[in-house]
């Protein structure tokens, strides 16, 4: 248990200790709930102390477009669901982890990011160009014939070169931006399979599911946990979930390719592989899904057919602990961004709590003391919390009347498919009994609406097939060596830098 837990876990005994004398007799406040609570978040501050030391592993969770109201918001829901007081309640990794910075997403060529350029930084600690992957400035998107010469090693190579074991995890195809940074050098965050490769590309460029399999550094990846498996599979091949599925490569097959290579690895692709990977597994390539793995609100209803990302975080540190030099992992909770991108925040907060519990699992799974464990994103999104709902509204609720007459919700985007367009058909109105001068609109009265059901949209200003991405800082929350680095408003490479600190890699290797 870190400094920082046990101060919590102290509780009112800190609080005694450290509220001043004159405080308690002075202070007409000092007996309310609110100031005692705050004293024992200060002593638990004061009995954090820096580990300097080295690391012996390092876990990034990276939440895929989780903007700080997502943070909130996704605090609220946790705690709401569990009868508790959602607004004073705290998510697993923002008790955990105590040193917290805003993270500065700008890429090399754009104010807003996407997640490729920014999980490159993440993880080789440069800033290079929206679209790409593990390729520096020098770039040119979509150019196979620049790729050349403008490579980055990531922390994952580095890793392996130094002996350490290495595991990526994605709710999303493990072949998408995020994952794909720790292992893929590619002009295009699109090239997932062949098929997608430009007709020049043959000598020049790779796509990224065959990087995967050929990756050579070290020994390998100990683990790879993720979807997108017909990125794999040939188009001859039917999917073993859904046969009238297909795979999507028009040449090799890489499942076969990748047991080939490792003779010593298990392949598994459902939840009942998942859970007969035995304690003398060293290696597994899981793939879940033909596409991205379900979200976590409608895994839960499935009979098991997909492990959940604390699972899969829970089994990975097991396989990967098997390797005393250390490792390095990277968790990605990928469909936080897809909900936000489908104006549906109720699958985005619930995949954040599903984040949540992996870290929870994962801090429980190892030594903080040896252990930098993170938490950050790549990138935020037009997502907002507004209006004057009272403590304890539903944070998925109504939270008032506008202008207008109609009820809007507390949760709303800037842009998205949830904004309403105006046609013959969706006349400005304004509710029956609205007061005559109230403007006319053409957004839904939601009065009557279960804003609360998983499938709702909440409204957005501007209309787009796919909400965006926002140029807003993110969080990083961390703990364990150098973990006392991530302080104040740094830039995002700068994350690499102390993952590379912490397990003492040489970043010029």
């Known amino acids: 248990m870190t400094s920082f837990a046990r101060a919590l876990v102290a509780g009112v005994s800190v609080i005694a200790l450290t509220v001043p004398a004159f405080a308690q007799s002075t202070l007409p406040q000092a007996d309310d709930s609110y100031f005692l609570a705050a004293q024992a978040e200060l002593a638990a501050k004061e009995a954090i102390k820096p580990n300097t030391g080295k690391a012996t592993n390092v876990i990034m969770f990276i939440v895929d477009g989780m903007s700080v109201p997502t943070i909130t918001a996704a605090r609220i829901l946790e705690g709401q669901n569990a009868g508790v007081d959602g607004e004073s309640h705290s998510l697993a ?7 917290t910075a805003l993270v500065k997403t700008y890429t090399h060529d754009s104010q807003v990011a996407d997640s490729a350029p920014t999980a490159t930084a993440i993880t080789s600690g440069i800033k290079s160009l929206n679209g790409t992957i593990g390729v520096d400035q020098t770039a040119v998107l979509e150019d196979c014939a620049s790729q050349a010469g403008s490579t980055t090693k990531s922390i994952f190579e580095q890793a392996e070169e130094a002996g350490l074991a290495t595991g990526v995890i994605s709710t999303a195809r493990i072949t998408h931006a995020t994952p794909a940074a720790a292992y893929a050098h590619t002009v295009a965050r699109d090239w997932e399979n062949d098929t997608q490769l430009p007709e020049d590309a043959a000598g020049k460029c790779a796509d990224i599911a065959s990087q995967l399999v050929d990756w050579s550094f070290g020994d390998g990846f100990e683990v790879v946990f993720g979807g997108g498996r017909a990125n794999f599979m040939l188009d001859s091949q039917k999917d073993p979930e859904d046969e009238t599925k297909m795979g999507a490569r028009k040449s090799r097959d890489l499942i076969a390719d990748w047991q080939a290579k490792h003779n010593d690895g298990a392949y598994v692709w459902n939840q009942e592989g998942f859970d007969a990977l035995g304690a003398d597994t060293t290696r597994v390539l899981g793939l879940f899904n033909g596409s991205h793995m379900q ?3 409608d895994r839960a209803k499935d009979a098991g057919g997909e492990p959940s990302i604390a699972e899969m975080t829970t089994k990975a540190i097991e396989i990967l602990s098997k390797n005393d030099t250390g490792y390095v992992l990277m968790v990605e909770g990928g469909r936080v961004d897809h909900a936000h991108h489908a104006g ?5 907060l619930t995949d954040t709590i599903a984040v949540s519990e992996a870290v929870q699992a994962a801090y429980d799974a190892v030594n903080p003391e040896d252990t930098l464990i993170l938490v950050t994103a790549d990138h935020s999104h037009v997502f907002s919390i507004a209006g004057y709902p009272v403590r304890g509204n539903p944070i998925l609720g109504i939270a008032g009347t506008a202008d207008d007459g109609k009820a809007y919700t507390t949760l709303g985007y800037m842009n998205g498919p949830g904004a309403a367009t105006y046609d013959e058909a969706n006349p400005p109105t304004r509710p029956e009994g609205a007061d005559a001068d109230a403007p006319l609109t053409i957004r839904a009265d939601l009065k009557d609406v279960d804003t609360t059901d998983i499938d709702f949209l909440q409204q957005a200003l501007i209309p787009m097939g796919s909400e ?17 680095l991530f302080d104040g408003v740094i830039e995002q490479n700068m994350i690499y830098h102390v993952m590379a600190k912490a397990l003492e890699l040489n970043a010029a290797k």
């Open 93 to 99: 990794f923002e008790k955990l982890l105590p040193h």
């Open 295 to 297: 979200y976590e609100a």
């Open 344 to 348: 549906n925040a109720a699958r985005a």
């Open 468 to 484: 965006s991405h926002a140029g807003d800082d993110v969080t990083i929350f961390a703990q364990g060596p150098q973990s006392y």
